[in-house]
């Protein structure tokens, strides 16, 4: 079992910068990738970046390409995503989620990001 808190969500105009974190606990060995996803009201969930725990390989939506970072401590068992550049249309719930090697997955509850214009 992994469990994953997220925190940093909040209000910010457009143009603002934000930084989400997600701390994982429990079967931290087993995790593989891990990465955040948004869900905006109405629309599905949709990925946003994703980070591997051994090579730190990244992936990124096109959407957010250039202006979000996800970086990831494992001393500490945190995945950040640093938001630059915020647009009104980044407002979702944010979740992150961890991927084991044997292909489970593992989500938080979330953290609600509200970009303003």
């Known amino acids: 079992q992994v469990q994953l808190v997220e925190s940093g969500g909040g209000l910010v105009q457009a143009g603002g910068t934000l930084r989400l974190s997600c701390a994982a606990s429990?079967?931290?060995?087993?995790?593989?990738?891990m990465g955040w996803y948004r869900q905006a009201s109405g629309k599905q969930r949709e990925l946003v970046a994703t980070?591997?725990?051994?090579?730190?390989?990244?992936n990124y939506a096109d959407s957010v390409k250039g202006r979000f970072t996800i970086s990831r401590d494992n001393a500490k068992n945190t995945v950040d995503l640093q938001m630059n550049s915020l647009k009104p249309e980044d407002t979702a719930v944010y979740y992150c989620?961890?991927?084991?090697?044997?292909?489970?997955?593992?989500w938080g509850k979330g953290t609600q990001v509200t970009v303003s214009s």
């Open positions: 989620r961890a991927r084991t090697r044997l292909g489970w997955d593992y």
């Open positions: 429990g079967s931290i060995d087993s995790i593989n990738t």
């Open positions: 980070i591997t725990s051994g090579s730190s390989t990244t």
